[in-house]
């Protein structure tokens, strides 16, 4: 340690002596441009609303104080205002804590007409459409996101980590590496002539029995995975896959349960079908991807294995509405049918019965954004606003299992606070348009 | 046409019936739209400059207005000139306003060159091209709003990059790119020093040819991809392990066919060059621009001029090599080569710079870190001789004209881009202060504003 310093210092002064400025003077664009702030720095905001979700209540006119990334204190008004604190007066805003997407596919380019879309863009091109993709997230509010899956492998971990470094902008990730999926399933890129040949990382997912399950677990997650992905279920956006047909037995997804579970990892299932749902449930998955046609065992198994349900209720009208007019497959827009309505009929049961229920959207299906648009639907097809907010705040956080970090305004955890103009609550489509966000003590959009 | 039209306003029109909350107007929000797209032409900007130094005529003009209108510049007038009603004026009364900086000879795409000399291996396609964000981004905030990117280990992540730039969705300056490196087998462009049986992803690879014929087919290749230019590499390089930089790798013939084909398309050839064979074999196939030309002799000068060749020199990357390389575990091989050539590389300039040679700015970042662009500036005065106008001229209009873009960029004249920078007081008597730039605008956008009236430009 003594020696590398000494070296360090040998170099710096070698600048210094021949004119070159050592790092001090180094111009500021040399620092990754999204860095949290010091801890010195402090920043009040003023609530005309806060949102407590962890009580289920509204506050009037609190004060929340902010140190560098994290929150330091929240108190009624006027509260202590320390000194040399920049004020931020949201007085008339309803202050949310930042919200999460569970379900968002950030890598790529949005969903479109072509199935062999994927096929023409490059990795490095995927990679920009996440760099494009995790800023309008954030915009949109979403400070955290769980993302759940991407074509050519671990493009996700990439950008998740040049987002923690700074260099990116875009909302804190979770990632899930590869789609962990049967040969020619829901989570492969399918409908090509069978002598087409994928590149590696397109497929390094593959698996075909428990062995093979565990063995790419272990790959994915020691390649700095946060989460297993596991399709237990055919797709309705993979063509020639049935969303009816469970793909991975209950032994298969248990093999991905257990082995996730020796590196402190949780799986997430996308399940369409009924057998597939309940098999995964049992196999013991923390959540439920899509559950379109889950039925009352399907409701009564995840009450009673703690599992969530993380439902995509708005895309199916995106994709009935904008896919028509783009003229995907038929093939496509018939399973698109067969699931939307289904999905929301179970999601109402779903909340009545007590499910634990996360905000999920699945964008990219989607353009990435327009998130809080199932915010909205959410609260039609049963939940209270509070609810809603709920599920893509402190419910999501907990799934994810950062609880301690994020989902909910309070001391200790990161400055992640978006907040919409008047009384949220009342109209919760005002998320779809959020006036300031701030994630980990940076302000991102201000009113 | 009209059918399309009538759908979309169905579909809007059905969203908003099936869900009252929400307009199907995605496209209203600001957070759709790419956040670095320039202006429009309704909007109009007055930039005051105190100095303005006219690349073209060789000139520093005192007290001029800059008009600019979306992302070009309309007019240049002597102060106070006609500013229209509404426009935004900034003030650099006090500053040097110079065209927007050139580097021909950047690597945007990677992480910065260490003594690991097979991190390539280490570095997804992914991470890369993140790493092309960076360095864009600090590129573009050093005064650098034009690059010439002269390859990248894995192919085609420059055009992608290039793309996103010009989409707006990714803060960068113009770049003209190579795709991938025409080389030899085992050659400067390879990722070298692996063992035999370890096998390459096909992208590091893409580049490879071992005849005049195999070369035509890859310039076939990079071009119809999408690439802007071809670079050739002539000999070994400094930092591929294992190649000597005096070896020349390719044949004049060889390098001829990649000239030929690429004229086909439009497109230009740069060529690696260290040793002298390899850069007077390059000179006489017809390559633009010879890149290092570490040793050049006074043959190689004669032929430049006489087929107007440019001389792309990278100085700053060999003094930082020099003074870092030790410290970070460089070789010992690549200090020696990279020693060896330095002085050799310095006195060659100087001639060539004596003797008329055209000279592009080019500095191999990222070989050091990039953002520290200009900290050549200077060198090419002390090492080259030449004056801080040429300095400028080098890295503004000579590097426009070798890219062949001199009608949209590399001077401050009506019709090109709005791509200005500015330092505090009289910059060329010391051409240093354009290591930290105050002001940085590219396309008519602001990136920049550190001069002391910044507050007043909003």
Not at chain 1, 87 to 93: A, F, H, P, T
Not at chain 1, 343 to 350: M, V
Request: charged share 20%.
């Amino acid at each position: 340690m003594q020696t590398k310093f000494s070296v360090v210092t040998a170099a710096l002064l070698a600048c210094v002596a021949i004119g070159q400025p050592a790092s001090a003077q180094l111009p500021d664009y040399m620092s990754p441009p999204f860095l949290p702030p010091a801890a010195t720095v402090v920043t009040v905001i003023r609530a005309g609303r806060l949102v407590d979700v962890e009580k289920g209540v509204v506050l009037r006119d609190q004060v929340i104080v902010v140190r560098g990334s994290i929150i330091a204190s929240i108190e009624p008004a006027p509260g202590h205002v320390p000194a040399g604190a920049k004020v931020i007066d949201l007085s008339k805003y309803t202050v949310t804590p930042g919200l999460i997407d569970c379900h968002t596919h950030l890598m790529g380019g949005d969903e479109s007409a072509n199935a062999s879309a994927p096929l023409e863009r490059s990795a490095g091109q995927e990679e920009l459409d996440g760099v494009k993709n995790a800023r309008r997230t954030l915009m949109a509010g979403f400070t955290t996101v769980r993302d759940v899956g991407t074509f050519r492998a671990f493009l996700d971990v990439a950008l998740r980590d040049y987002i923690n470094d700074g260099y990116v902008m875009g909302p804190r990730m979770a990632v899930a590496g590869a789609y962990i999926t049967v040969s020619s399933g829901g989570g492969e890129v399918t409908g090509l002539a069978t002598d087409v040949g994928l590149p590696a990382d397109m497929r390094f997912g593959i698996a075909n029995n428990a062995d093979e399950v565990r063995q790419r677990v272990r790959e994915i997650l020691n390649r700095g995975a946060d989460l297993i992905k596991i399709i237990a279920t055919g797709a309705v956006l993979a063509p020639g896959t049935k969303p009816g047909v469970q793909e991975f037995s209950e032994e298969e997804i248990h093999a991905a349960v257990t082995e996730a579970a020796k590196y402190g990892a949780r799986v997430a299932a996308h399940a369409h079908g009924p057998e597939g749902i309940n098999a995964a449930v049992k196999a013991g998955v923390a959540s439920i991807e899509h559950g379109s046609l889950m039925t009352d065992e399907s409701i009564r198994l995840m009450k009673e294995h703690g599992t969530y349900l993380d439902a995509d209720i708005y895309n199916g009208d995106y994709t009935n509405t904008i896919g028509r007019e783009q003229g995907w497959s038929a093939e496509i827009l018939r399973k698109n049918d067969e699931t939307t309505d289904a999905q929301r009929i179970g999601f109402r049961k779903a909340v009545v019965a007590g499910v634990k229920m996360t905000f999920g959207t699945d964008a990219g299906v989607y353009p990435h954004g327009l998130n809080a648009r199932q915010l909205p639907y959410m609260v039609k097809y049963g939940m209270t606003p509070m609810q809603a907010l709920q599920s893509a705040t402190i419910n999501a956080a907990t799934l994810i299992g950062w609880q301690d970090k994020v989902g909910s305004i309070a001391a200790g955890k990161s400055a992640d606070i978006i907040a919409v103009e008047g009384d949220g609550l009342a109209d919760i489509s005002r998320y779809t348009n959020v006036a300031f966000v701030m994630k980990t003590g940076t302000v991102y959009k201000v009113p | 046409m009209m059918t399309r039209v009538n759908l979309r306003a169905a579909a809007i029109a059905g969203a908003a019936l099936c869900i009252g909350a929400h307009a199907g107007a995605a496209q209203t929000l600001d957070i759709m739209k790419p956040p670095y797209l320039a202006p429009d032409s309704t909007t109009v900007t007055a930039v005051r400059a105190g100095w303005l130094v006219d690349v073209e005529a060789g000139k520093v003009l005192r007290d001029r207005v800059i008009l600019v209108r979306g992302e070009k510049i309309v007019s240049v007038e002597a102060a106070p000139g006609h500013i229209p009603a509404g426009a935004k004026v900034i003030d650099l009364s006090k500053y040097t306003v110079t065209p927007g900086l050139i580097d021909c000879h950047t690597h945007q795409i990677g992480a910065e060159t260490n003594a690991d000399i097979l991190l390539p291996l280490e570095r997804s396609a992914a991470q890369e091209t993140l790493d092309g964000v960076v360095h864009a981004r600090r590129t573009l905030l050093a005064g650098f709003t034009t690059v010439r990117d002269v390859g990248t280990f894995r192919a085609y992540l420059d055009i992608a990059l290039r793309d996103y730039i010009n989409d707006g969705m990714v803060m960068g300056p113009h770049m003209a790119v190579a795709g991938a490196y025409i080389t030899v087998s085992s050659g400067g462009g390879e990722v070298t020093g692996q063992a035999t049986d370890v096998t390459l992803p096909p992208d590091m690879r893409l580049g490879v040819a071992n005849s005049a014929s195999e070369v035509r087919q890859r310039v076939r290749e990079i071009l119809n991809h999408g690439a802007d230019l071809i670079k050739v590499i002539a000999t070994g390089a400094v930092l591929a392990s294992g190649t000597k930089p005096g070896v020349e790798e390719f044949s004049e013939e060889e390098m001829h066919a990649a000239v030929t084909e690429a004229a086909k398309y439009g497109a230009r050839v740069a060529a690696h060059a260290h040793g002298t064979e390899g850069i007077n074999a390059a000179i006489r196939a017809g390559v633009a621009s010879i890149e290092h030309g570490s040793l050049i002799d006074d043959e190689s000068i004669k032929l430049m001029k006489e087929h107007g060749t440019y001389l792309v020199s990278d100085l700053y990357d060999m003094q930082y090599i020099s003074t870092m390389g030790k410290s970070m575990g460089w070789p010992d091989e690549v200090l020696k080569k990279n020693a060896a050539m330095a002085e050799l590389k310095h006195a060659g300039l100087r001639k060539a710079v004596a003797a008329g040679v055209k000279v592009a700015f080019g500095t191999d970042a990222s070989v050091f870190p990039t953002g520290d662009n200009a900290k050549q500036l200077p060198m090419y005065i002390q090492y080259g001789g030449m004056t801080p106008m040429q300095v400028i001229q080098s890295a503004t209009i000579v590097g426009a004209t070798l890219i062949g873009w001199q009608d949209k960029v590399g001077s401050i004249a009506p019709g090109k881009f709005a791509d200005l920078v500015a330092v505090e007081g009289d910059g060329l008597a010391d051409v240093s202060k354009f290591e930290n730039v105050a002001f940085v605008m590219k396309a008519g956008v602001v990136y920049r504003d550190q001069s002391a009236t910044a507050a007043n430009h909003r």
